[in-house]
């Protein structure tokens, strides 16, 4: 039976592993210009891996970063006509 310091230690371990695994997929993100923040990227690989659609859910990503440039595009315009 392992012991409480063993417990913690594998922990820390898994934990160094996952932010690992998200230094390489920020990379990756960065190379192919996806604009997506390391805690974006942590969220969107546990919402895979808890059965999402990576092609749906990149759907949604692509929609909602349009939204909000025309939403930011408006902005700026109305501030513009003030």
């Known amino acids: 039976m ?5 417990r913690k230690q594998d922990k820390e371990i898994m ?3 996952a932010r690992q695994v998200i230094d390489v997929f920020h990379e990756i993100s960065t190379l192919l210009n996806a604009d997506l923040d390391r805690q ?8 895979i891996e808890n059965g999402v659609n990576p ?14 440039e025309e939403t ?3 902005i700026l315009q109305s501030r513009g006509q003030r």
């Open 15 to 17: 934990a160094a592993q």
């Open 72 to 74: 930011q595009k408006e």
């Open 55 to 68: 092609e749906a859910l990149a759907s949604v990503i692509k929609e909602l970063k349009k939204d909000a």
């Open 40 to 47: 974006t990227l942590s969220i969107c690989i546990s919402l």
């Open 2 to 6: 392992p012991s409480e310091a063993n």
